[in-house]
Each structure stands twice: as structure tokens, then as C-alpha cells.
């Protein structure tokens, strides 16, 4: 082999930001930063305060980085101490907005939803979910094993059990599972 | 060897590494049962009995509880990148873990070391991770489906929640996307891409189709995209070159699922049953 192919196997080269898998909180108040930092901090989280990119012009001028993946679990932490934020974006780009497009499957006696790399399927005469699918995260097992073989009404929202992104894409397609399924 | 790196959804469950144990209908690891439901077990299941199918040692597992707060990939990671120096494995599958850029970025660091280097495969989260990472290109398969497809397709988005809309999750613009996949390097050598119709592509284009036998409950059923990415690997491990690995194995999960004749409420056990019937009917068309 020669050198610089040894070098290239033993030393990949990262895109300059390394940062790709990390978010942003923006809050109203820096001291809803402040109080969000100690919060996600004394949780374990890895974060930090910084100033906003200039593409968000929002809020005040400090914004918490945060682990994109765990937007769900830490979204919820927030939540339950009173200080949700204004805006959640990715660090990659942070005009990015969620996914809001919504595939529907009409199979008769069976209708399926999906919301960007989720899928969720109820049957619709008892309103059981039937299967989970989709999403690569380590939550989305541990959500179906939870959903599946419960109702609509008995079943607990992925946002309340979910801690990832792939769990809030779920969120969404149960949301308008719950919608298309209303009476 | 193949190895299979993943997680179950028990946070209890400390990190696994061990061959898997196939008997009967039960897969173990570590002596500990591991249900093949959906996720890496369902892949796990669905390899362990292709590579006994095909005459191979059954895989090395790497398995750890997570239950979706990343923890338990995290010490997965850390075990990988202090263990892996050592050991050899012929191919690695990366499947259902946290997406993670940094630890992504040493475990890689730490595989590529490995005497010779494994053949990679990435699906799930670590899919993202090395999409997210830029080093594609390090790995020898990604088998996305149209979601995760049009994700590797928008060179800004960091997971498949932040797909750009523009960029429709639709299985006709399946050529279009891949070409983008590639354009700006965020595809594995080989894809395979599962869906209505199954396309194993690379960056010369679309290289092989596979549409029938077509069992469309199998859309909305959890884990036949495990299935089918564990069959790739064993075929892979069997010595079959990636994208005949990757057309065998989307055939035989067609196979299988006709076997099944599933509904959309059949869970994933019903297929992986008919595996080696499937496989067997794939292999003998491939002679």
C-alpha cells in the first residue's frame, strides 16, 4: 500500500464542523439561558452557552448548544422547570425547520402515517397500533415495544417516552394519526 | 467473522460481547435471550441465521442497553475504540445507536487501524452519524429507505427530521437523490435502498432494481429493513461483492415476506422464519 493511502485509511479528515449533530436553544431572556444551562448541566448534559449565528435574530444575544438527538428528552426537561424555549434549529443550519410533511397509507384496514424517516400504522375499526417502523435511533424500539398492541386513547404519546429525534418524528405521525383517526 | 454493533432497548443491560448463540428459535448472547422483535436483534436475527444458512461462523455481537438517551451507545463506543485493535473481524455492521459525530469519528478512526480493516456497513443511527460526519465514503454500504434516502440527499440536514420539504420523500425521485447522495459525498460506496421497489445504486448510477414478489404490508411493518440489512451482511461475509450481496438479500426479503403473507399488523418474527427458504430461492437464481 502506498504511503498515502495508509495515510488516508488511518486518518479521516471530518468536515471543518464538527459540530453537525448539535442544536441550538434560543430563549427570550438571558436568564432563561442561564437557568436552561444550569438545568440540562446538572442533568448530565453536554452543553454550552454561545452567541447566536447571525442567521438567528431572534431572542437574546446567547443561545445554548445543545445534542441534537436528545432534542426530545431535553425539550421535556426544559418544559417541566418552566422555561421552554422560543425556537429549537440545527447548528448546520439554522433556518432548517422539522419536517412538516405529512405520507398517508390507506390499506383498507389499515391506515399508515409517516413523518420523515418514522411510520406508525393502526388498524382503524379498534384504533390499535399495530406497528412501528422506520427511524434509527435507540429509542424507536423501546417506543413501538410501548405503543404496540394499545389504542389509540390507551397508548402513551411518543413525546412522553421518547427521548430523540427519531422519537419526535414519531410524535408528529401519532399526532396525525391522532387527528386522521379523530371521531 | 462478521460482527453486528447495536443496541436493545433495556438501559440495564451492560455491554455484550460475545458470538451469537442460535438454538432453535432462541438467540443469545452472553447467555442473555435477545428477543428478535425489531431493531438490532431483528438484524442480528436475521444474520445469525443467513450465515448458518450459507455454512459461516455465526457473528459477533456487540450489544449494550439504550433505551434512547445515548448512554449506553456512548459506552459502546468507548468498549469499541479500546477493544477493536486487538481483535479482527472480515466485515462490521453499525446499526441502531445514538448518532453520535465525535464517537462516530473515533470508532471509525479506531476500525480503519484494525489489520486489515473490516468491510463497513452502516444503517440507523450510525448511518447518520457517518453521513453527519462526512466520511461516507468509508463505508461500503448504507442501506437507507426513501426517508433516510432523501436525508443523505440534503447535504444540510444533521438527521432525517430536518429533511429539507423540497427534497420529497418520494420513491420515484429515487435516481435523482442518489445522484445528490453522491454529488456532495454523503453516500457509502454501495447503496441499497429500500422500498416499493428496491435500487442498489453507487456512484455510477442505479446498478440493479428488485420489485417483486411485492408484499405491501411490508411497508408498514417494523423491521424488515433489519432483515434485509442483516442478510446483505451475511452475503457479504459469504464473499458475494456488496451490490450482489445487496440485490440477493432485497430478493430474499421479498421471498420471505411472501412466505409470511403478512398484514400490516405482522410483527417481524413471521419473517424472519422463512429466511433460509427465502435465501435458498435467491441464491439458486443468482447461479
Redesign the interface.
Known amino acids: 500500500m502506498a504511503f498515502r493511502d495508509l495515510f488516508k485509511r488511518i486518518a479521516p479528515r471530518p468536515r471543518a464542523d464538527q459540530r453537525a449533530d448539535r442544536g441550538l436553544l434560543v430563549f427570550e431572556h438571558t436568564s432563561e439561558v442561564i437557568r436552561a444551562e444550569q438545568i440540562l448541566k446538572s442533568a448530565g448534559y453536554a452543553v454550552k452557552v454561545m452567541g447566536p449565528p447571525p442567521e438567528v435574530q431572534k431572542g437574546c444575544d446567547l443561545v445554548v448548544e445543545f445534542p441534537l438527538m436528545e432534542e426530545l428528552d431535553i425539550l421535556r426537561s426544559l418544559k417541566g422547570a418552566g422555561v421552554a424555549p422560543m425556537e429549537v434549529l440545527p447548528v448546520t443550519g439554522p433556518l432548517l425547520a422539522p419536517v412538516d410533511l405529512f405520507q398517508v397509507k390507506d390499506f383498507g384496514q389499515y391506515l399508515m402515517v409517516r413523518a420523515a424517516n418514522m411510520k406508525i400504522t393502526v388498524e382503524k375499526n379498534t384504533r390499535v397500533i399495530v406497528n412501528v417502523s422506520g427511524g434509527g435511533c435507540p429509542d424507536v424500539p423501546y417506543i413501538a415495544a410501548r405503543l404496540i398492541g394499545c389504542t389509540l386513547d390507551d397508548a402513551p404519546a411518543p413525546r412522553d417516552i421518547g427521548h430523540t429525534l427519531c422519537g419526535y418524528a414519531l410524535e408528529l405521525a401519532h399526532a396525525e394519526m391522532l387527528r386522521l383517526c379523530s371521531p | 467473522m462478521l460482527a453486528i454493533v447495536g443496541?436493545?432497548?433495556d438501559p440495564t443491560v451492560p455491554v455484550l460481547d460475545a458470538p451469537v448463540e442460535l438454538a432453535d428459535d432462541s438467540l443469545r448472547v452472553f447467555g442473555r435471550v435477545v428477543s428478535p422483535?425489531?431493531?438490532?436483534?431483528a438484524l442480528l436475527a436475521a444474520a445469525s441465521i443467513a450465515c448458518r444458512h450459507l455454512g459461516l461462523p455465526l457473528p459477533h455481537a456487540f450489544l449494550v442497553g439504550?433505551?434512547?438517551?445515548?448512554k449506553?451507545?456512548r459506552t459502546l463506543y468507548r468498549h469499541l475504540t479500546e477493544t477493536l485493535p486487538d481483535r479482527s473481524f472480515s466485515s462490521m455492521v453499525f446499526h441502531?445507536?445514538?448518532?453520535?459525530?465525535?464517537w462516530h469519528?473515533k470508532v471509525?478512526?479506531t476500525a480503519?487501524?484494525m489489520t486489515p480493516?473490516p468491510t463497513l456497513i452502516a444503517?440507523?443511527?450510525?448511518?447518520?452519524?457517518a453521513k453527519?460526519?462526512?466520511?461516507a465514503g468509508?463505508y461500503a454500504l448504507f442501506t437507507p429507505?426513501a426517508?433516510?434516502l432523501a436525508?443523505l440527499a440534503d447535504e444540510?440536514?444533521?438527521?432525517?427530521?430536518?429533511?429539507?420539504?423540497f427534497i420529497?420523500?418520494d420513491e420515484g425521485r429515487v435516481p435523482e437523490l442518489v445522484g445528490r447522495a453522491y454529488v456532495h459525498d454523503n453516500a457509502a460506496a454501495c447503496l441499497l435502498v429500500k422500498g416499493n421497489t428496491d435500487y442498489i445504486a453507487d456512484r455510477s448510477g442505479i446498478l440493479a432494481t428488485v420489485t417483486g414478489p411485492s408484499e405491501?404490508?411490508m411497508?408498514?411493518?417494523?423491521?424488515?429493513?433489519d432483515t434485509l440489512t442483516g442478510m446483505a451482511c451475511a452475503l457479504v461475509e459469504y464473499g458475494l461483492t456488496v451490490a450482489e450481496a445487496s440485490y440477493v438479500a432485497a430478493q430474499a426479503n421479498r421471498y420471505a415476506g411472501q412466505l409470511a403473507a403478512p398484514?400490516?399488523?405482522?410483527?417481524i418474527g413471521e419473517l424472519v422464519r422463512h429466511i433460509p427458504a427465502a435465501l435458498k430461492r435467491a441464491m439458486d437464481e443468482l447461479t
Open positions: 443496541t436493545i432497548p422483535d425489531r431493531g438490532t436483534p439504550d433505551e434512547g438517551l445515548g449506553g451507545s441502531y445507536l445514538q448518532p453520535d459525530v465525535d469519528n471509525l478512526l480503519l487501524s480493516p444503517d440507523a443511527g450510525f448511518m447518520y452519524a453527519m460526519s462526512g466520511q468509508e429507505d426517508g433516510e436525508f444540510t440536514a444533521p438527521h432525517p427530521f430536518y429533511t429539507r420539504g420529497l420523500q405491501e404490508a411497508e408498514a411493518m417494523g423491521g424488515t429493513g398484514t400490516p399488523a405482522t410483527q
